[in-house]
């Protein structure tokens, strides 16, 4: 069994002594009476000798003074004693177990906790409520007694007058049945909040149209995000995602339709990532978010549009032609298809340039200093037209080469396919310039081409066409393909020449006559011709020829041989002479001068079958196409033709032919012979006359009367 210890009567206890010898005589008496007293027992070192947390036993004996024998006689047998004294000088401990510590509470707790006092048995539990503010702890309540004591645990039910986001602290402090006060405090704080807490997203933003244009982060929706608010913390934050059209919920795997689902998305700073979302949707978002004291908040309503379908754009200026003369703005149409409920429309369109020579982009001040493109907006008096700002247009070089790159934005910022027009910026007219016919001669005898150069004024430019017209003064109208006849006006009777050389229309020819523009005798024409590059930019001055139409050959007459009219004989040749004539009047070129050759002869010994030869002056030409020779006096119109050598080359009885043509000013000139302009025969009597050379003397006989006849009369 355990070891019994007995008090030395000095500093200690000591298991080596026993029930017997550990009697110590009481260190004060007091008389109160004959035969009784009170008496004290306190040796100086008794306190110090006792051992804490021990059970004591206190005995105490009496015998008198009686004679002659004290009572009692055995001094054992009035033994009285005080059992199952506790002396205890250890504090008790004390454990506040509920709240725990550093909680966030949305209501009046119950204060418990446990306690230790094990031999003494515990008497009290206090507590002392404080609140924080900054600056420090201010008493809120002191000494509140525990309402609920147990052996070893406690309970205060009493809590009350807390205010919401206020940090509480209590100190508890324990008391056992020796009177020890616990030695430490135990101590929580915790905080007591009903302020609901706050939630807001970032995206989407309410009404916000979004797109699937990552590189607007703005307006798309990579993650709806948000954040929640509360003075101690959220524990949480959940969102509900609704399609506004058939009222279907995202349930985290799919869409159901009624039946509402929370996700978690987060604490303080939420996200979740979307489902895939409808194109032309409107959907609604709502987030609640819970805070540490389980306070659940206002819910945050948000709608937003789902656009995902890219919008379009046209450019109109610069157009496709590749060219421009003048461009004092861009512009173009942009729009947007309508999917689903909800298309969004378009936000903007926008307008890069640069130019190809030094491969600088347009800046926002107008010029061409940016390294990269800059996309500049335009102005949208009323979509889906749009202008790019006169401000902004920059100010084009000609003879210049640049690129315009045009894109659209809807309000989702879905973003177009890039439309892009590269164009020579050309102001410069070309040149033009009519080879055939020349100028030169104001009568043309044919012109089966009509034929001239065109150049662009630039070295970058290229011509779109070259056009002509022909113009006919006596119809006063101008050629028409469409009629075949000079029917046009001014405007219409443009038409467009051909090329088949070089670069196109810079070599150009229309067909004439025959088989093209249908030009008439004696008519004066006027042809025009004028190039356009294909910046559009028009020659201003026409290249001109005025000229007459001049197809009908001369004609003419043989009027005298030998001086006299022509006949059957004759004994001279020389002087002919005749007549020329170029019809029609006020229509034709006109006889060619003498010496040109506008009135020409030939002649014909038959027999021989040698056509004179005037240089040298006899009859040795076989070819009679070389044979003619020009007059040598009068006019084209009255010619003559004196060659004493020729009479001399007379044979007589010889068979000879005298032949006309003449030759007009137009060129090629017309040759004869011709017996009405337009024919190439001769005409004998007229232009073509024969005779037979007579130059013997005539021998004249006389046969009747005979010589020396007598006669009564004379007959014949």
């Known amino acids: 069994g355990p070891t019994t210890f007995y008090y030395n009567n000095g500093p200690a206890f000591s298991a080596a002594f026993n029930e017997l010898d550990s009697w110590y005589p009481a260190t004060a008496w007091i008389d109160q009476g004959a035969s009784s007293g009170a008496w004290t027992y306190a040796p100086g070192q008794l306190g110090a000798a006792m051992v804490s947390d021990r059970v004591y036993r206190v005995r105490a004996r009496a015998q008198d003074n009686a004679v002659p024998a004290a009572n009692p006689a055995d001094v054992m047998n009035n033994v009285v004693g005080k059992f199952n004294i506790v002396f205890d000088t250890t504090p ?30 515990l008497k009290d539990v206090l507590i002392n409520v404080s609140s924080f503010a900054p600056g420090g702890w201010t008493a809120v309540s002191v000494n509140n007694q525990a309402n609920n004591i147990w052996a070893s645990s406690w309970s205060w039910t009493t809590l009350s007058g807390l205010v919401t986001n206020t940090t509480y602290q209590l100190a508890v402090r324990a008391q056992d049945n020796a009177n020890n006060w616990a030695a430490v405090y135990s101590t929580i704080t915790f905080v007591y909040d009903i302020t609901p807490p706050s939630v807001s997203a970032a995206k989407p933003v309410n009404e916000r149209y979004y797109g699937d244009n990552a590189a607007e982060p703005a307006y798309y929706l990579d993650f709806f995000s948000g954040s929640a608010g509360d003075a101690f913390g959220i524990a949480r934050t959940e969102i509900q995602l609704k399609e506004s059209v058939a009222g279907s919920y995202w349930n985290g795997a799919g869409w159901v339709v009624g039946v509402s689902s929370w996700l978690a998305a987060g604490a303080e700073n939420w996200q979740y990532a979307p489902p895939a979302l409808g194109d032309g949707f409107r959907y609604q978002l709502e987030a609640r978010a819970f805070d540490l004291a389980g306070n659940l908040g206002a819910y945050a ?23 421009q003369n003048s461009l004092p703005r861009i512009s173009g149409t942009a729009s947007d298809p309508v999917i689903g409920s909800f298309s969004s429309g378009i936000h903007v369109a926008q307008v890069a340039a640069q130019d190809k020579q030094t491969t600088l982009w347009l800046d926002e001040s107008g010029f061409f200093f940016a390294p990269e493109a800059v996309w500049i907006s335009t102005a949208a008096p009323a979509w889906p037209a749009w202008t790019m ?14 690129r ?83 029917t046009a006006n001014s ?40 190039a356009a590059d ?25 009027t005298g041989v030998a001086g006299v ?32 050759g506008g009135s020409q002869v030939r002649i014909l010994e038959k027999e021989t079958a040698k056509w004179w030869n005037d240089v040298s002056r006899n009859f040795s ?28 080359a007379l044979v007589n009885g010889s068979n000879y032919l005298v032949q006309y043509r003449g030759s007009d000013l137009a060129a090629p000139a017309n040759v004869g012979p011709s017996t009405n302009g337009q024919d190439s025969f001769f005409t004998l009597t007229k232009d073509s006359v024969a005779f037979t050379a007579d130059t013997a003397m005539p021998v004249s006989r006389v046969t009747y009367p005979v010589d020396g006849a007598k006669m009564k009369a004379m007959t014949v």
């Open 92 to 121: 008790p401990t004390v454990q506040v177990t509920a709240p725990a510590g550093g909680l966030k509470l949305n209501y009046t707790p119950v204060i418990s906790g446990t306690a230790d006092a094990v031999l003494s048995g």
């Open 301 to 323: 309503t948000y709608y937003f549009k789902h656009d995902a379908t890219r919008p379009s754009i046209l450019l109109a200026e610069p157009g496709m032609a590749g060219f």
């Open 389 to 402: 700002n006169d401000a902004s247009t920059p100010t084009w070089i000609t003879n210049n080469r640049y």
């Open 404 to 486: 315009v790159d045009v894109r659209a934005m809807d309000v989702a910022r879905n973003t177009s396919t890039v439309v892009t027009q590269e164009f020579l910026y050309d102001t410069q007219v070309p040149a033009v310039y009519v080879s055939t016919p020349s100028g030169v001669n104001n009568y043309l005898g044919a012109l089966a081409y009509i034929r001239g150069t065109a150049a662009d004024a630039n070295s970058l430019g290229e011509l779109q066409g070259t056009y002509a017209r022909v113009k006919n003064f006596t119809a006063n109208a101008y050629w028409s393909w469409g009629t075949g006849n000079f």
């Open 491 to 530: 405007e219409s009777g443009w038409f467009v020449v051909s090329s088949t050389e070089g670069a196109p229309y810079t070599q150009w020819f229309t067909t004439g006559t025959p088989g093209g523009i249908a030009l008439e005798n004696g008519v004066l024409y006027e042809v025009n011709a004028r």
């Open 534 to 558: 294909k910046a559009q930019n028009y020659s201003p001055v026409y290249s001109t020829r005025t000229f007459t139409y001049d197809i009908y050959k001369p004609t003419g007459a043989v």
């Open 565 to 596: 009219a022509p006949s059957a004989y004759h004994k001279l040749l020389s002087p002919l002479g005749g007549s020329g004539f170029d019809a029609p009047a006020g229509g034709s070129a006109g006889l060619a001068a003498i010496l040109d």
């Open 621 to 648: 030409i076989t070819d009679g196409n070389l044979a003619w020779f020009n007059a040598n006096g009068g006019s084209p119109q009255a010619w003559t033709y004196t060659r004493d050598e020729v009479n001399a």
